[in-house]
Protein backbone atom coordinates (compact mmCIF):
# COMPACT_ATOMS: atom_id res chain seq x y z
CA UNK A 1 0.00 0.00 0.00
CA UNK A 2 1.56 3.73 -0.60
CA UNK A 3 0.15 6.73 1.42
CA UNK A 4 -0.82 9.51 -1.01
CA UNK A 5 -0.78 11.88 1.64
CA UNK A 6 3.47 12.04 1.72
CA UNK A 7 6.06 11.42 -1.34
CA UNK A 8 6.77 8.28 -1.33
CA UNK A 9 11.25 8.40 -1.26
CA UNK A 10 12.20 4.53 -1.38
CA UNK A 11 10.59 1.00 -0.92
CA UNK A 12 13.05 -1.72 -0.16
CA UNK A 13 12.71 -5.50 0.93
CA UNK A 14 10.66 -4.50 4.20
CA UNK A 15 10.10 -0.76 4.30
CA UNK A 16 8.85 1.91 2.48
CA UNK A 17 10.59 5.69 3.03
CA UNK A 18 8.37 8.92 2.95
CA UNK A 19 8.86 12.23 2.81
CA UNK A 20 7.23 14.38 5.96
CA UNK A 21 9.14 17.98 5.50
CA UNK A 22 13.11 18.71 5.51
CA UNK A 23 13.96 17.51 8.68
CA UNK A 24 11.94 14.33 9.00
CA UNK A 25 11.11 10.71 7.24
CA UNK A 26 8.07 8.77 7.90
CA UNK A 27 9.45 5.02 8.06
CA UNK A 28 6.71 2.14 7.75
CA UNK A 29 7.76 -1.66 7.88
CA UNK A 30 5.57 -4.04 5.69
CA UNK A 31 4.43 -7.30 6.00
CA UNK A 32 6.42 -8.00 3.27
CA UNK A 33 9.39 -11.17 3.80
CA UNK A 34 12.14 -11.99 1.92
CA UNK A 35 14.62 -14.98 1.81
CA UNK A 36 18.07 -14.51 -0.27
CA UNK A 37 17.25 -10.83 -0.56
CA UNK A 38 14.52 -11.60 -2.97
CA UNK A 39 11.02 -10.68 -1.31
CA UNK A 40 7.98 -13.60 -1.43
CA UNK A 41 4.63 -12.68 -2.79
CA UNK A 42 3.27 -14.16 0.37
CA UNK A 43 3.17 -11.23 3.61
CA UNK A 44 3.53 -12.34 7.15
CA UNK A 45 0.68 -11.06 9.08
CA UNK A 46 1.51 -8.37 11.88
CA UNK A 47 5.19 -8.94 10.61
CA UNK A 48 5.86 -5.05 10.34
CA UNK A 49 4.36 -3.93 13.44
CA UNK A 50 6.18 -6.53 15.35
CA UNK A 51 9.40 -5.24 13.82
CA UNK A 52 8.04 -1.26 14.99
CA UNK A 53 7.11 -2.47 18.64
CA UNK A 54 10.35 -4.16 18.83
CA UNK A 55 12.57 -1.36 17.71
CA UNK A 56 10.54 1.42 19.99
CA UNK A 57 11.22 -0.67 22.62
CA UNK A 58 14.72 -0.78 22.02
CA UNK A 59 15.47 2.99 21.11
CA UNK A 60 13.82 3.75 24.12
CA UNK A 61 15.41 1.43 26.69
CA UNK A 62 18.72 2.13 25.31
CA UNK A 63 18.65 5.50 24.81
CA UNK A 64 21.65 6.54 27.71
CA UNK A 65 23.96 5.00 25.30
CA UNK A 66 23.60 7.48 22.53
CA UNK A 67 21.16 9.50 20.59
CA UNK A 68 18.77 8.23 18.16
CA UNK A 69 16.56 8.80 14.86
CA UNK A 70 13.11 8.00 16.64
CA UNK A 71 10.91 10.74 17.54
CA UNK A 72 7.83 9.01 17.71
CA UNK A 73 5.93 5.53 17.11
CA UNK A 74 2.53 6.61 17.64
CA UNK A 75 0.48 8.49 15.17
CA UNK A 76 -0.23 11.09 17.63
CA UNK A 77 3.33 12.26 17.33
CA UNK A 78 2.77 12.88 13.37
CA UNK A 79 2.25 16.61 12.24
CA UNK A 80 -1.62 17.63 12.45
CA UNK A 81 -1.57 19.21 9.06
CA UNK A 82 -0.50 14.80 7.74
CA UNK A 83 -2.66 13.47 10.23
CA UNK A 84 -5.64 15.42 8.27
CA UNK A 85 -4.69 14.25 4.76
CA UNK A 86 -4.44 10.52 5.59
CA UNK A 87 -7.54 8.55 4.98
CA UNK A 88 -9.44 6.09 7.14
CA UNK A 89 -7.39 3.57 5.29
CA UNK A 90 -4.17 4.67 5.65
CA UNK A 91 -4.56 5.56 9.11
CA UNK A 92 -5.47 2.08 9.74
CA UNK A 93 -2.64 1.06 7.68
CA UNK A 94 -0.27 3.05 9.25
CA UNK A 95 -0.98 2.17 12.90
CA UNK A 96 1.31 0.15 14.70
CA UNK A 97 4.02 -0.12 12.04
CA UNK A 98 5.19 3.59 11.46
CA UNK A 99 7.85 5.92 12.78
CA UNK A 100 8.55 9.35 12.64
CA UNK A 101 12.25 9.48 12.38
CA UNK A 102 14.21 12.95 12.27
CA UNK A 103 16.98 12.68 9.18
CA UNK A 104 20.34 11.75 9.11
CA UNK A 105 23.15 10.91 6.05
CA UNK A 106 23.06 7.20 6.57
CA UNK A 107 27.10 5.70 6.82
CA UNK A 108 27.48 3.16 4.38
CA UNK A 109 28.25 -0.13 6.63
CA UNK A 110 26.13 -2.42 8.87
CA UNK A 111 27.90 -2.65 11.81
CA UNK A 112 27.35 -6.04 13.22
CA UNK A 113 28.24 -7.76 16.53
CA UNK A 114 28.85 -11.12 16.83
CA UNK A 115 28.32 -12.93 20.63
CA UNK A 116 28.15 -16.51 19.09
CA UNK A 117 29.37 -18.28 15.64
CA UNK A 118 26.71 -18.32 13.31
CA UNK A 119 25.61 -17.73 9.24
CA UNK A 120 28.38 -15.94 7.72
CA UNK A 121 30.72 -16.03 11.03
CA UNK A 122 30.67 -19.62 11.39
CA UNK A 123 31.26 -20.27 7.54
CA UNK A 124 34.40 -17.91 7.60
CA UNK A 125 35.58 -18.99 10.87
CA UNK A 126 35.40 -22.76 9.57
CA UNK A 127 37.70 -21.78 6.13
CA UNK A 128 40.06 -18.92 8.13
CA UNK A 129 40.02 -19.18 11.76
CA UNK A 130 39.07 -16.10 12.00
CA UNK A 131 35.77 -13.76 10.99
CA UNK A 132 36.35 -10.26 8.96
CA UNK A 133 40.41 -10.62 10.06
CA UNK A 134 39.73 -11.32 13.93
CA UNK A 135 41.45 -14.40 14.61
CA UNK A 136 39.79 -16.98 16.91
CA UNK A 137 40.34 -19.67 19.04
CA UNK A 138 40.61 -23.19 17.13
CA UNK A 139 38.16 -25.85 17.92
CA UNK A 140 35.03 -23.47 18.03
CA UNK A 141 31.81 -25.28 16.78
CA UNK A 142 28.15 -23.99 15.01
CA UNK A 143 26.91 -22.13 17.93
CA UNK A 144 29.70 -21.57 19.99
CA UNK A 145 29.87 -18.69 22.59
CA UNK A 146 33.26 -16.76 21.20
CA UNK A 147 35.28 -15.70 24.72
CA UNK A 148 34.09 -11.61 24.11
CA UNK A 149 31.72 -10.03 21.76
CA UNK A 150 33.48 -9.12 18.04
CA UNK A 151 32.54 -6.21 16.16
CA UNK A 152 32.67 -7.05 11.88
CA UNK A 153 31.21 -4.53 9.46
CA UNK A 154 29.85 -5.48 6.25
CA UNK A 155 29.86 -3.30 3.56
CA UNK A 156 25.98 -2.31 2.49
CA UNK A 157 25.03 -3.39 -0.48
CA UNK A 158 22.81 -2.31 -2.91
CA UNK A 159 19.58 -3.85 -3.23
CA UNK A 160 19.30 -7.18 -4.67
CA UNK A 161 23.08 -7.60 -4.07
CA UNK A 162 24.67 -9.19 -0.94
CA UNK A 163 26.58 -7.68 2.22
CA UNK A 164 30.47 -7.76 2.26
CA UNK A 165 31.88 -8.73 5.52
CA UNK A 166 35.03 -6.42 5.70
CA UNK A 167 37.32 -6.03 8.34
CA UNK A 168 37.56 -2.90 10.72
CA UNK A 169 40.66 -1.24 9.23
CA UNK A 170 38.60 -1.18 5.85
CA UNK A 171 36.26 0.20 7.25
CA UNK A 172 38.25 2.62 9.24
CA UNK A 173 39.88 3.83 5.96
CA UNK A 174 36.84 4.66 4.83
CA UNK A 175 35.34 6.40 7.30
CA UNK A 176 38.37 7.88 9.48
CA UNK A 177 39.78 6.34 12.14
CA UNK A 178 38.25 8.19 14.83
CA UNK A 179 34.91 7.90 13.37
CA UNK A 180 35.09 3.85 13.13
CA UNK A 181 35.96 3.65 16.44
CA UNK A 182 33.18 5.43 17.64
CA UNK A 183 30.63 2.94 15.99
CA UNK A 184 32.51 -0.15 17.18
CA UNK A 185 32.53 1.30 20.57
CA UNK A 186 29.21 1.97 20.37
CA UNK A 187 27.81 -1.42 18.62
CA UNK A 188 29.66 -2.92 21.09
CA UNK A 189 27.97 -1.40 24.06
CA UNK A 190 24.55 -1.94 22.80
CA UNK A 191 25.16 -5.35 21.76
CA UNK A 192 26.15 -5.83 25.92
CA UNK A 193 23.09 -3.97 26.89
CA UNK A 194 20.43 -5.75 24.66
CA UNK A 195 22.09 -9.57 25.22
CA UNK A 196 21.62 -9.05 28.61
CA UNK A 197 17.84 -8.02 28.82
CA UNK A 198 17.38 -10.92 26.23
CA UNK A 199 19.10 -13.41 28.79
CA UNK A 200 16.82 -11.88 31.75
CA UNK A 201 14.50 -13.23 29.42
CA UNK A 202 15.44 -16.64 28.46
CA UNK A 203 16.80 -15.40 24.84
CA UNK A 204 20.34 -15.64 23.28
CA UNK A 205 21.24 -12.65 21.42
CA UNK A 206 23.36 -14.33 18.95
CA UNK A 207 24.60 -11.12 17.03
CA UNK A 208 22.67 -8.39 15.73
CA UNK A 209 23.90 -5.66 13.23
CA UNK A 210 23.24 -1.75 13.44
CA UNK A 211 22.96 1.05 11.56
CA UNK A 212 23.95 4.58 11.91
CA UNK A 213 23.94 8.05 10.76
CA UNK A 214 25.47 11.37 11.12
CA UNK A 215 23.54 14.89 12.17
CA UNK A 216 25.76 17.37 12.32
CA UNK A 217 28.50 15.62 12.86
CA UNK A 218 27.12 13.25 15.60
CA UNK A 219 26.75 9.48 15.77
CA UNK A 220 22.69 8.64 15.61
CA UNK A 221 21.39 4.87 15.61
CA UNK A 222 19.08 4.66 12.85
CA UNK A 223 16.60 2.27 10.98
CA UNK A 224 15.50 -0.47 13.15
CA UNK A 225 17.25 -2.37 16.47
CA UNK A 226 17.56 -5.50 17.34
CA UNK A 227 14.32 -7.17 15.74
CA UNK A 228 14.28 -10.61 14.37
CA UNK A 229 15.15 -8.84 11.04
CA UNK A 230 18.25 -7.69 12.33
CA UNK A 231 18.98 -9.94 15.01
CA UNK A 232 19.68 -13.47 15.38
CA UNK A 233 17.46 -14.60 18.48
CA UNK A 234 17.75 -18.16 19.90
CA UNK A 235 15.84 -19.58 22.82
CA UNK A 236 18.39 -20.40 25.52
CA UNK A 237 16.51 -23.76 26.26
CA UNK A 238 17.06 -24.65 22.29
CA UNK A 239 20.92 -23.36 22.69
CA UNK A 240 23.93 -26.49 22.00
CA UNK A 241 27.09 -25.76 20.35
CA UNK A 242 27.48 -27.85 17.28
CA UNK A 243 23.65 -27.45 16.09
CA UNK A 244 22.23 -24.47 14.21
CA UNK A 245 19.38 -23.65 16.79
CA UNK A 246 16.30 -22.71 15.55
CA UNK A 247 15.86 -18.70 15.74
CA UNK A 248 13.25 -16.06 16.10
CA UNK A 249 12.95 -15.10 13.04
CA UNK A 250 11.88 -16.03 9.17
CA UNK A 251 13.72 -19.36 9.53
CA UNK A 252 10.55 -21.38 8.69
CA UNK A 253 10.05 -19.32 5.17
CA UNK A 254 14.19 -20.49 4.44
CA UNK A 255 13.54 -23.37 5.32
CA UNK A 256 10.49 -23.81 2.77
CA UNK A 257 12.00 -22.19 0.14
CA UNK A 258 15.14 -24.01 0.57
CA UNK A 259 12.94 -27.09 0.17
CA UNK A 260 11.36 -26.66 -2.90
CA UNK A 261 14.53 -26.12 -5.07
CA UNK A 262 14.04 -22.90 -5.51
CA UNK A 263 17.41 -21.18 -7.27
CA UNK A 264 17.43 -17.66 -5.51
CA UNK A 265 16.71 -15.85 -8.08
CA UNK A 266 13.30 -14.00 -9.00
CA UNK A 267 10.61 -14.66 -8.19
CA UNK A 268 10.23 -16.13 -4.84
CA UNK A 269 7.93 -19.03 -4.42
CA UNK A 270 4.58 -18.33 -2.29
CA UNK A 271 4.36 -19.54 1.19
CA UNK A 272 1.82 -22.31 2.39
CA UNK A 273 -0.52 -21.28 5.07
CA UNK A 274 1.35 -23.39 7.57
CA UNK A 275 4.58 -21.70 7.30
CA UNK A 276 3.33 -18.13 7.46
CA UNK A 277 1.14 -19.37 10.60
CA UNK A 278 4.35 -20.19 11.73
CA UNK A 279 6.50 -17.67 11.25
CA UNK A 280 4.15 -15.04 12.82
CA UNK A 281 3.88 -17.13 15.60
CA UNK A 282 7.84 -16.65 16.19
CA UNK A 283 7.91 -13.61 15.40
CA UNK A 284 4.72 -12.45 18.19
CA UNK A 285 6.61 -14.83 20.40
CA UNK A 286 10.33 -12.62 19.76
CA UNK A 287 7.93 -9.56 20.77
CA UNK A 288 5.97 -10.74 23.75
CA UNK A 289 8.86 -12.11 25.55
CA UNK A 290 11.24 -9.56 25.02
CA UNK A 291 9.08 -6.73 25.91
CA UNK A 292 7.28 -8.38 28.94
CA UNK A 293 4.13 -7.13 27.36
CA UNK A 294 1.05 -8.77 24.94
CA UNK A 295 1.31 -7.89 21.78
CA UNK A 296 -1.72 -6.44 21.56
CA UNK A 297 -1.08 -3.79 23.30
CA UNK A 298 1.36 -2.51 21.21
CA UNK A 299 -1.70 -2.35 18.53
CA UNK A 300 -4.16 -0.58 21.16
CA UNK A 301 -1.57 2.05 21.00
CA UNK A 302 -2.35 5.39 18.42
Partial sequence: MTIEAVPLLARGKVRDLYAVDDDHLLLVASDRVSTYDVVHPTPIPDKGRVLTGLS?????KLAHLGPHHLVGASLDDLPPELRGRLTAAETAQLRGRSMLCRRVDILPFECVVRGYLAGSGWREYRDQGAVCGVALPAGLEEASRLPEPIFTP??????????????????????????????????LALYAAGAEHAAERGIILADTKFEFGLSDGEVVLADEVL????????????????????????????DFATSTGWDRTPPAPALPEAVVAATRERYLTAYQRLTGTPFDGWLARG
Fill in 56 to 60: AFWFA
Fill in 154 to 187: ATKAAQGDHDENVSFEVMAAALGHRLAEQLRDRS
Fill in 227 to 254: TPDSSRYWPVEAWRPGTSPPSFDKQYVR
